[in-house]
């Protein structure tokens, strides 16, 4: 049986239970900890480090440090937003993002972050990396110029018996995700859809979806990314 | 040696562009040409890309007629998804789309004439520069500004609930659209609080007919011969001969009015049009295939609608429309200045079909995109406000774009500009020893007639041709290499 334990976030007293990572405690308590790899119910991975936070005087990445009694948060802070915006801005000219024409425009969480932070212009210069799009799956397209290498998709989207459906593959500034292509009928429209919800970004595209949810309606048309968390 | 004259850039047109005057040792002029400095290449970077996305990304072409492109497109992949051509769609699909291109011409137009072109007419094309433009508009004519702006606002509201955006939205998307319209959204553009409500809107639209009918009367000669020439006249038409700028056949006249093109499904543009690369400009040069590139060319947009159309379907355009026409006898009108005089018979058609189209309760309908079997290819042609607009897309069985071609109204408008420029440079420049601002200012007129989106004209990459000769100190050809 799990304990209640109290702890600070930016000096609020906040509370929660044993073995909470401090994303999630967060979220119970009404605060905000942006996050992009992370996503709930699925083994966090910390590998984009948006979610940095100040921990006792030292950074750690929210979505993977377990709270403990007694603990002081740094959140929301000027020196932590920087280097949240600065990772924002690496990820966008890391890639192409076109976000004028992009499907995922409104819904996409880097965009939103980036909206958040108001980024106006990246301080790093671009990258324009050739990448291609690989449309060689009937369920889904992956457009490698959007993709941030969160894990997400490879994390979350299994098969009935357990096995990923996506994979890394190549090494280094050509790694990319990849689908395993002898999942067959395995690789189901619903386990498709759902790769394409949780991507953060516009990488992988349900064909011929795009679009269909008006501009007003989408995810963060209306308040910033984080505002629902902030209203508990 | 001759004289060259560079106006550079062109002023109140959008986009970027230049024209060279060659005058020869007696200071005639002797060769005219507009040239568009710009560079886009959408055709190119379109390829690769999923389908759907087409419509998004190919608008960005433009910032002042988007719209135009989005539905282009969106009409081309209705072929590509099986819902057909035109007819295919729901009716709140086919509706809801009318309504934003409908906003748009009446926004479109709106700002051509008032900001655009009004300072021309109101101080003369040869006043003072610092007065003559959309802000001296607004001092000098108050009431006439502040029309011009609340009009351009209305059509862009229009644009908003029917896309999503003023400028670059989604609402159109392959075999349909993605919302209806509420009944608030309706009743804010039926009922609006003074000005901003339909009535209104058409009453300005009346009053702006009515002021550029006076104008003429008093400026008959300007008018009427300005930049005059005979030229082959193209648009969409219904059917049955009435004004569409959503959809139609393809219908082209010569000068005289002679069908020469007539009841053609767009689909099949290719077999009757081709498009000439000329080294000196990023803009090509279409032409009628059947006629030659010599006397093939045509001119678009609202002079040729009001050439090819045999009536509008609405009673106040319409009235107007049978004025206009009885001026030439129901002979194709041939007056570039024309243009403004027609585009402003437009604006006060697509005010009438915006309050036709907002009574309608298909809008609210509910069903909202048809789907059909497949294919890889499909052709899309609108009438954009400055003319016949088409897009044609191939895909592979991916869903990628493997080829775009786009005929862009202004390209299509390319050689009347030419010729436009040609005769106004000697007309008013021949035998003066001084060239005046005023007489550079007269060729940027023509050219603004034609209201010219040269960003939109320019989005070819990979077919322009480069030309390299080496001469000698003697001024001898040594080698030409062309790639």
């Not at chain 1, 709930?40 to 750690?60: A, D, E, I």
């Amino acid at each position: 049986m799990s304990t209640l334990i109290k702890f600070k976030i930016d000096g609020v007293e906040c509370m929660a239970e044993t073995g909470a990572y401090v994303v999630e405690a967060a979220v119970e308590n009404g605060i905000f900890i942006p996050t992009l790899c992370n996503i709930k119910g699925v083994k966090p991975r910390g590998s984009c480090r948006v979610c940095t936070v100040l921990v006792n005087g030292r950074p750690m990445s929210a979505c993977t440090t377990p709270v403990a009694s007694g603990m002081e948060v740094e959140n929301n802070i000027a020196e932590l937003n920087d280097i949240r915006k600065a990772i924002i801005e690496a990820l966008f000219v890391e890639g192409n993002h076109f976000c004028p024409s992009c499907e995922k425009s409104g819904n996409c969480e880097l965009q939103a972050l980036a909206y958040r932070f108001q980024m106006m212009v990246p301080r790093f210069p671009f990258d324009f990396p050739v990448r291609d799009i690989d449309a060689s799956n009937p369920k889904i397209i992956k457009d490698h110029n959007r993709c941030i290498l969160c894990k997400r998709c490879i994390r979350a989207i299994k098969t009935e018996d357990g096995k990923s459906v996506f994979a890394f593959k190549k090494r280094g500034r050509q790694l990319e995700i990849n689908v395993d292509p002898d999942l067959g009928e395995l690789f189901t429209d619903e386990l498709a859809a759902k790769a394409a919800e949780i991507c953060p970004v516009g990488a992988i595209l349900l064909r011929e979806k795009g679009y269909e949810i008006p501009i007003g309606q989408r995810k963060f048309d209306k308040e910033p990314i984080g505002s629902d968390i902030e209203k508990k | 040696m001759g004289q060259k004259i560079t106006i550079e850039p062109i002023t109140r047109v959008e986009g970027h562009g230049k024209v060279t005057i060659h005058l020869d040792l007696k200071g005639n002029v002797n060769q005219t040409r507009l040239h568009i400095v710009e560079f886009r290449g959408f055709e190119r970077f379109v390829q690769g890309r999923p389908y759907w996305e087409a419509p998004v990304l190919v608008q960005r072409l433009c910032g002042i007629c988007p719209v135009s492109h989005h539905l282009a497109a969106a009409k081309a992949l209705d072929v590509i998804v099986g819902a057909g051509t035109g007819e295919g769609l729901t009716p709140t699909g086919e509706k809801m789309r009318r309504l934003m291109h409908y906003g748009q011409m009446f926004q479109s137009h709106a700002l051509h004439f008032f900001h655009l072109a009004s300072p021309d007419l109101l101080f003369g094309i040869d006043s003072d520069p610092l007065m003559r433009n959309v802000i001296g508009v607004a001092i000098m004519h108050k009431d006439l500004a502040v029309q011009g702006v609340m009009m351009r606002k209305f059509g862009q509201e229009i644009i908003k609930a029917t896309a999503g955006k003023k400028i670059h939205g989604t609402g159109a998307i392959p075999g349909g659209i993605n919302k209806n319209l509420s009944i608030e959204e309706r009743d804010t553009f039926l009922n609006g609080a003074d000005p901003m409500n339909i009535d209104k809107m058409i009453d300005w639209a009346q009053a702006a007919v009515d002021f550029f009918k006076e104008y003429h009367k008093q400026n008959k000669s300007l008018i009427d011969n300005f930049a005059a020439f005979p030229s082959n006249h193209l648009s969409l038409v219904r059917k049955d001969g009435a004004m569409d700028l959503y959809h139609g056949v393809l219908r082209a006249i010569d000068t005289d009015g002679k069908k020469i093109l007539d009841d053609v499904d767009y689909q099949d543009y290719l077999e009757y049009i081709d498009e000439e690369v000329r080294a000196w400009s990023y803009m090509k040069f279409p032409y009628l295939y059947k006629i030659g590139r010599e006397n093939g060319w045509y001119r678009v947009g609202p002079l040729a609608r009001c050439n090819t159309a045999e009536f509008i379907p609405t009673p106040l355009a319409q009235k107007e429309f049978e004025i206009f026409k009885a001026y030439t006898n129901g002979k194709p009108n041939n007056m570039s200045m024309h243009m403004h005089w027609a585009r402003l018979i437009e604006l006060l058609h697509s005010g009438e079909m915006i309050k036709e189209l907002l009574n309608d309760p298909d809008l609210q309908g509910n069903d909202l995109v048809t789907k059909g079997t497949k294919t890889n290819e499909g052709v899309g042609v609108i009438e954009a406000p400055r003319g016949t607009l088409f897009h044609h897309y191939k895909i592979n069985d991916r869903d990628q774009i493997e080829m775009a071609n786009l005929i862009v109204s202004t390209t299509n408008n390319n050689e009347p500009m030419n010729v436009a420029v040609n005769k106004v440079a000697k007309d008013v420049m021949t035998g003066h020893k001084k060239i005046t601002e005023g007489m550079m200012n007269a060729v940027e007129v023509a050219i603004r007639a034609y209201d010219p989106c040269l960003s939109c004209a320019t989005h070819a990459l990979g077919q322009m041709p480069l030309e390299i000769s080496l001469y000698d100190a003697h001024n001898n050809l040594l080698d030409k290499k062309r790639s």
